[in-house]
């Protein structure tokens, strides 16, 4: 009778099925636990034992309710996003869920950013981008949750922007709202049994909550799954070559037209017609492997060399890997062609064809050029 147990940290039914989902405890633990033993999920038990936070993913049901409960709250509303993976991260119905509550836009992970950008294009760039989509910030921050005097900076402009109101902290998963929020519970409290959960009305879900200095509290909400991501798609080992730790290195291809880049096995980048010669900057993982190749021979080298040259995914996972779907793009204007999850191919040239290839499901976009 294991499900009719919950977590006396943050409300959730225990289950020992799913580590990303809330109320998690292993089976070895759980099974031993009777109806009237005090037991927490692990998450509660390694923030009360350790002030250390874990991500939490949550269905499309709880977010909804979370987000009707933020709606009748006056608070502020911080969206965590990760800045090498805008378009993927970000939550396009933010502005509507959030009601009359201010939004703030934390763009995370700005360390993986050339440094040449100077941060003022950089804000400048971000707040039109989430403007594109409807989104109307209050503010607009770059910060690197991995740099503590980074997120420094921002706790204490954090603390006029707020006007006196509660905190929430939303954004998808991997974004690094976990490793921000780690940060802050460092920078803010230095007794753990001041940080508290309990649980959105409703909901299964657990939430956080940081103490500020005024009464009102931080809270830290369970990561929102976004179903596009190409993450799913890979092992633990394929991610880390894909996830860029430090800052990415612009490698710069010559093409000509009718000449292809594979990105590993992951994606393909065709560029079809225009000029010889043009430019193609791409922003990617420093250790993910670049192949160039005519374009006649691109279908039959991914067919042959799937898992062996184009790798990742390794020669294991490239058996189940969906296919790649192709998406036609006409630039017009300095643009990027966006990777969700991967990164993305900078174009300065202006009437030219090209095509970015994805899995099924991860999106491939034109953008306005970031750098
Ligand atoms: P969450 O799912 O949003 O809680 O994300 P995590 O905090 O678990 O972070 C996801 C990944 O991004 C981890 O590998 C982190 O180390 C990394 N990460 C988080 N913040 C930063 C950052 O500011 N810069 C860089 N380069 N990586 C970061």
């Not at 608070?75 to 993976?85: G, Q, R």
């Not at 657990?206 to 993450?231: A, H, N």
């Not at 894909?242 to 093409?255: D, G, H, S």
């Not at 009437?351 to 099924?360: F, K, R, S």
């Amino acid at each position: 009778k294991n499900n009719e147990l919950r977590c006396i940290g943050c409300g959730a039914v225990l289950q020992s099925e799913d580590v990303t989902k809330s109320g998690y405890l292993p089976a070895s633990v759980l099974d031993k636990k009777s109806a009237d033993d005090p037991v927490y999920c692990k998450r509660c038990f390694r923030l009360r034992h350790y002030n250390e936070v874990q991500d939490i993913e949550l269905s499309d049901d709880d977010f909804l309710n979370m987000l009707h409960e933020l709606n009748e709250e006056n608070a502020l509303i911080v969206n965590v996003i990760d800045i090498f993976d805008f378009n993927g991260s970000i939550i396009s119905g933010i502005q509507r869920f959030a009601g009359n509550n201010p939004i703030v836009i934390v763009a995370n992970k700005s360390d993986l950013l050339p440094k040449s950008l100077g941060e003022g294009k950089l804000r400048q760039w971000v707040t039109e981008q989430v403007h594109s989509y409807g989104i109307r910030p209050q503010n607009v921050y770059l910060i690197s949750a991995l740099n503590k005097a980074s997120v420094e900076a921002f706790m204490e402009a954090l603390d006029k922007e707020r006007q006196g109101k509660n905190v929430y902290v939303v954004g998808t998963t991997n974004v690094g709202k976990s490793t921000l929020i780690n940060q802050i519970i460092n920078i803010a409290t230095d007794s753990e049994d001041t940080i508290t959960t309990s649980y959105f009305p409703g909901t299964t879900l657990g939430k956080i909550e940081i103490p500020l200095d005024d009464e009102k509290v931080l809270v830290d909400t369970p990561g929102i799954i976004q179903k596009s991501q190409l993450s799913h798609f890979l092992d633990a080992k394929d991610l880390k070559i894909v996830t860029p730790r430090k800052e990415v290195k612009p490698k710069n291809y010559q093409l000509n037209d009718n000449q292809t880049l594979f990105f590993g096995g992951l994606a393909r980048f065709d560029y079809l017609m225009g000029e010889e010669k043009e430019s193609f900057v791409c922003y990617v993982s420093n250790e993910l492997y670049i192949h160039r190749t005519k374009t006649e021979r691109a279908d039959e080298l991914y067919a042959n060399q799937l898992g062996e040259l184009l790798t990742p995914p390794n020669a294991e996972s490239a058996a189940d890997f969906p296919a790649l779907k192709r998406h036609e793009f006409k630039i017009k204007e300095p643009s990027d062609i966006v990777f969700s999850g991967l990164g993305w191919v900078s174009i300065d040239a202006a009437d030219i064809t090209v095509a970015g290839w994805a899995p099924e499901g991860v999106d491939v976009t034109m953008r306005k050029q970031l750098i």
